[in-house]
T-cell receptor, first 112, second 115 residues
């Protein structure tokens, strides 16, 4: 079992729709969760961080965390073609130094 | 967040040679990391660059192949030694934000092609 799992996609949604990206993790003690966006040929850029169960909203983005189910998701409302990218879920392990574990990423394609 | 630069941005190298990648941050940071992203893959942590001491390497990565320096709190280098085509990847430097957040931010990356 991979430590952080994501559906590789591509996830194809029409412009204006809600894109839902999902991620599960295996370390039940994980405390910090991050979503990064990576355009082709570019480095990852942070979209959202979430630490507590529930929803966290920032503009068109909402991160959802359910620690009991070991599940974190990212919703993108009113999807735009410019949102087309690979979205990486990252989880920080507990204990020791600050190591981020990345999922394989989900490729999102927003079509006009 | 800190501004991170990397040099070179890309390079094409011959098998058996070595390349040193530089990472510069515009502010002092405690934690710096080096990642590798192979074509079509996600990010894999190579090592944590520790200021004033030896880097902490992840399983599968060794100091002889990927020596790292961290002479101060704003600069680090990663050397890819005795390169083979399998080393063709994007190499990324990242830094962790100061408390109370623990967010990592990435540099622009170095795209390495080994022939």
């Amino acid at each position: 079992q991979k430590e952080v799992e994501q559906n590789s996609g591509p996830l194809s949604v029409p412009e204006g729709a809600i894109a839902s990206l999902n991620c599960t993790y295996s370390d039940r003690g994980s405390q910090s969760f991050f979503w990064y966006r990576q355009y082709s040929g570019k480095s990852p850029e942070l979209i959202m961080s979430i630490y507590s169960n529930g929803d966290k909203e920032d503009g068109r983005f909402t991160a959802q965390l359910n620690k009991a189910s070991q599940y974190v998701s990212l919703l993108i409302r009113d999807s735009q073609p410019s949102d087309s990218a690979t979205y990486l879920c990252a989880v920080k392990r507990t204990g020791g130094y600050n190591k981020l574990i990345f999922g394989a990423g989900t490729r999102l394609a927003v079509h006009p | 967040s800190a501004v991170i630069s990397q040099k070179p941005s890309r390079d094409i190298c011959q098998r058996g040679t070595s390349l040193t990648i530089q990472c510069q941050v515009d502010s002092q940071v405690t934690m710096m990391f080096w990642y590798r992203q192979q074509p079509g893959q996600s990010l894999t942590l190579i090592a944590t660059a520790n200021q004033g001491s030896e880097a902490t390497y992840e399983s599968g990565f060794v100091i002889d192949k990927f020596p790292i320096s961290r002479p101060n709190l704003t600069f680090s280098t990663l050397t890819v030694s005795n390169m083979s085509p399998e080393d063709s990847s994007i190499y990324l430097c990242s830094v962790e934000d100061r408390a109370p957040t623990d967010t990592q931010y990435f540099g622009p990356g170095t795209r390495l092609t080994v022939l």
